[in-house]
Every structure is written in structure tokens, then in C-alpha cells.
């Protein structure tokens, strides 16, 4: 299965944009690549997806590179509730089923 | 409004009991997953049911059962064969099972202490 890479955690000031990165160098044709985030003691929310375009969303834009091995997960303008653990997921199609595999994901702190 | 409920969000029990996990979405969505999560870790899939009284082993089912009776339910039972279950369990469904665009709706888990 075609795996994630993200930094462990990353920093950002109040109302300033951030830029989440993931790397994917083994995706597949058919992966969609998948954003959650997780507060802490709640359930992940899904974010935002796409396949070959880059997306946007009232939460947050997704910018996919043209060879597909990496994105990126752009916050316009971060917020304290935006603190969260991000997980960069490849969503795929097979016999066993179309499960999420979570990583570790980026643990983003927003400072006041 | 729509969602997935887990219950209860606390739970404690003796080494050696089994202990079951109840799980309820009104979605009306057809695949139902079960994850677990510790400390500072990811997500790891437990079972997975595409449909009603069908279900799959998703990658550390030792330990754990599952039944998915009705469409709305699917509960998980934390057997005494599990070695570490203590954990935060999370639920969660989607529209589509082979649908690699449906994202996945998630409930707020049930954080399960074994002591």
C-alpha cells in the first residue's frame, strides 16, 4: 500500500497562512489523496480530497502536484481551533476494501 | 442532524471481562469501520462491513469481534484474548464502499481502560 510522509509537528502564528506538506512518491493512478484532522479526544473530521486538481474548500485548499507525489494542505488564515493533529491519507480501491490508513500526521500548533 | 454516535465515551473494566463497544450512525451510509488509536500514534483498522451481516478483518483483529445485525449498528467486542486493550477506539462510516471519493465520518470515540 502506497504510504505518507508529513512532518511530525509545525508552527504557525494566528491569522497567518499555513502550509501542510505530505509526500506520496508510491501513489497509485487511482488514489485519492484524503485530509482529517483530529482534535484532541475527538474523532478525526474529514478536510478536504482530490485526485489530480487542486481543490478548495471553506475549510482549506489542496494543492496537488502535477506528478502527484506530494501535496499540500493550505490554511488561509489559521485560527487557535485550527490546532489539530493533520493526517495526509491515500484513499484506494482493491479487494480488501476501501479503508484509511492513518500515519502519524502533523501536529500543528498556532500561536496567538 | 445527522452523525455517528459512540457510547459511552468512557469506559472502565477488569482485566479478563469482554466489553462491547456500541456504535449507531443515521447516515444511511453502507460501509461501517472500527480503528484504533494510542498515545500519540495513528489510526490501525480493526474490522471493516461493507454491508449488512457481512464484515472483514482489517489489520489487528486479534482479540476483537464484530457483527453488523442492521444497517445503523456496529458494534465491537473487546475480548479477554486481547493482550493490550486499553486504547481510544474510534468509529466511523461512509456512503460507499467502492467509493474512493466518499470521505469518512467519524464518531468521538470511546476511550476504554483495562486495569
Known amino acids: 500500500d502506497a504510504k505518507t510522509t508529513q512532518p511530525n509537528s509545525m508552527e504557525s502564528n494566528e491569522e497567518e497562512p499555513v502550509h501542510l506538506p505530505c509526500n506520496h512518491s508510491t501513489i497509485s493512478g487511482t488514489d485519492y489523496i484524503h485530509w482529517y484532522r483530529q482534535l484532541p479526544s475527538q474523532g478525526p473530521e474529514y478536510v478536504i480530497h482530490?485526485?489530480?486538481s487542486n481543490v478548495n474548500n471553506r475549510m482549506a485548499s489542496l494543492a496537488i502536484a502535477e506528478d502527484r507525489k506530494s501535496s499540500t494542505l493550505i490554511l488561509h488564515r489559521a485560527t487557535l481551533r485550527d490546532a489539530a493533529v493533520y493526517y495526509c491519507?491515500?484513499?484506494?480501491?482493491?479487494?480488501?476494501?476501501?479503508?484509511?490508513?492513518f500515519g502519524g500526521g502533523t501536529r500543528l500548533m498556532v500561536k496567538p | 442532524d445527522g452523525g455517528i454516535t459512540q457510547s459511552p465515551k468512557y469506559l472502565f473494566r477488569k482485566e479478563g471481562q469482554n466489553v462491547t463497544l456500541s456504535c449507531e450512525q443515521n447516515?444511511?451510509?453502507?460501509?461501517m469501520y472500527w480503528y484504533r488509536q494510542d498515545p500519540g500514534q495513528g489510526l490501525r483498522l480493526i474490522y471493516y462491513s461493507q454491508i449488512v451481516n457481512d464484515f472483514q478483518k482489517g489489520d489487528i483483529a486479534e482479540g476483537y469481534s464484530v457483527s453488523r445485525e442492521k444497517k445503523e449498528s456496529f458494534p465491537l467486542t473487546v475480548t479477554s484474548a486481547q493482550k493490550n486493550p486499553t486504547a481510544f477506539y474510534l468509529c466511523a462510516s461512509s456512503m460507499r464502499q467502492g467509493a474512493t471519493n466518499s470521505p469518512l465520518h467519524f464518531g468521538n470515540g470511546t476511550r476504554l481502560t483495562v486495569t
Open positions: 447516515l444511511n451510509h453502507d460501509a
Open positions: 482530490g485526485l489530480t
Open positions: 491519507i491515500l484513499r484506494r480501491p482493491g479487494n480488501a476494501g476501501n479503508m484509511l490508513t
